[in-house]
């Protein structure tokens, strides 16, 4: 049965509060899957399942702070249509390939990555746009980041966020607030994406993953309101911390063997 309930009620109520806090952090500064995915690992849930389940959770949690960064006029869509093609396009080639990836190199190379993407936030310039700001947005490079971080977030996932933002901090004249709104807006659609291939391979655990997608949109909904209201000088720290916590993990696990 597709929705028959695989652990008991009390792990599922600690997957639930997991989610929330996963969803809150995640609506700020990308890193959600830090705790999500240890967590459904713990649970004893199989790889396979991990991965899929974990992208049905994420999707609903991405959906809540997406459409609240873009009610709030902080990500406009049709400013950026080739990136939202590109990540759709990237993430299905990503989750389709993702069984046949030799991921070893790329594993080991994520902690670097993404620690590099905490130092340029911790050390670089981070642009002071206005919020209200209108200037216009390049599309040049928009199908390439899109495809890039699109087919990364369906073969892999961890950090997808954090790319996001510095990306689009280095590439366009948003300031950080806006990066944030639209690394959620793109990593909704990468997770729908990759979701799709998952469902269809029967690698979801739906039970678990509506659960912890329920708790996800709360705790989503209330960090993105949070980011929007205090802006870059909140998100900052709380980025770097994520971005470090997410390289020690990382490390841990690919380069030392931890689980």
Known sequence: MPFELTVDLTTLVVLALVAFVAGFIDAIAGGGGLLTTPALLTAGLPPHLVLGTNKLSSTFGSATAGFTFYRRKLFHPAQWKRALLGTAVGS??????????????????????????????????????????????????????????????????????????????????????????????????????????????????????????????????LGARTAIQGGAKFIRPVFITVVLGLTVRLAWQHWFGGA
């Open 92 to 221: 299905l080639i990503g989750a389709v390939v993702a069984h046949y990836l030799p991921a070893e190199l790329l594993n080991q190379m994520l902690p670097v990555i993404v620690f590099g993407c905490g130092v340029y936030l911790l050390f670089g310039g981070t642009p002071k746009a206005p919020l209200d700001s209108d200037a216009p947005i390049s599309t040049k490079w928009q199908l390439p980041q899109g495809l890039g971080l699109g087919f990364y977030d369906g073969v892999a996932g961890p950090g997808t966020g954090a790319f996001w933002t510095v990306s689009t901090l280095l590439m366009y004249p948003v300031d950080l607030v806006k990066a944030s709104g639209v690394a959620r807006s793109m990593n909704f659609v990468s997770n729908a994406a990759a979701l799709t291939i998952f469902a269809i391979n029967g690698s979801v655990d739906w039970a678990i993953g509506l659960a912890m997608g329920s708790a996800l949109m709360v705790g989503a909904f």
